[in-house]
């Protein structure tokens, strides 16, 4: 199984709302990834988890709030957004980012986020 | 600061041919290069997997090269089809704690 699901598919929201999206992988990976990409633009990386620990944080406004509460789950929380977070929000998983990783990423269909 | 550049941008190609997506990278200190597909409004899809110590790697019509010292990869496919039709992106790993560094992509048509 080389499965990363990630719900809900498609989310609208306003500004004012509170919601979060879902990854879920049973791949036995530790390490644990956000990615945001706008239309046609390559992903940008948001967050990175590793051993549930936050490993990097891109800069990322806090109206996102990451959250791994074990080894197979990754939350992003989401308050008080703009219209310009509208975007597809890839989750990703590899094994580990040890040196014997071979660092293979395996991604999630994404969530599209809609703010109104 | 590891930089990766996609050539072409977009290409639309007759079924049936074969063609060549470019990947060049300005740090040749990588861990790994993976190739990945995407369809619109999709998630990515791992395609190929090539480790620094390795030159190639090859799954079904699709074949990727590296050559670190250059810092070039190049992914082959053979046979085209529309069904091959999506955007082709390149992504690099270096060494340590630091991310994965995407190219901006490849737009493929293959024309039936």
């Known amino acids: 199984d080389t499965e990363v699901t990630q719900t809900p598919k498609h989310l609208v929201m306003g500004m004012t709302n509170k919601k979060s999206l879902k990854c879920e992988q049973h791949m036995g990976h530790r390490a644990m990834y956000w990615y945001k990409q706008k239309a046609k633009k390559p992903p940008e990386l948001m967050f990175v988890y590793s051993y549930e620990k936050l490993s990097i944080n891109e800069s990322v406004p806090s109206r996102f709030s990451p959250e791994c509460p074990n080894s197979s789950l990754l939350n992003l929380h989401l308050h008080a957004l703009q219209p310009e977070d509208s975007a597809l929000y890839l989750c990703?998983?590899?094994?580990?980012?040890?040196?014997?990783?071979?660092?293979?990423?395996?991604f999630g269909e994404g969530s599209r986020l809609t703010v109104l | 600061k590891q930089e990766v550049t996609q050539i072409p941008a977009a290409l639309s190609v007759p079924e049936g041919e074969n063609l060549v997506l470019n990947c060049s990278f300005t740090?040749?200190?990588?861990?790994?290069l993976q190739w990945f597909r995407q369809d619109p409004g999709k998630g990515l899809t791992s395609l190929l997997l090539i480790q620094s110590s390795q030159r190639e790697q090859t799954s079904g019509r699709l074949n990727a090269s590296l050559d670190k010292s250059s810092g070039r990869s190049t992914l082959y496919i053979a046979a085209s089809q529309p069904g091959d039709s999506a955007t082709y992106l390149c992504?690099?790993?270096?060494?340590?704690?630091?991310?994965?560094?995407f190219g901006k992509g490849t737009r493929l048509s293959v024309i039936a």
């Open positions: 990703a998983s590899s094994q580990d980012r040890a040196r014997w990783d071979t660092g293979e990423l395996f």
């Open positions: 992504a690099v790993l270096n060494s340590g704690n630091t991310p994965l560094v």
């Open positions: 740090d040749s200190a990588i861990y790994n």
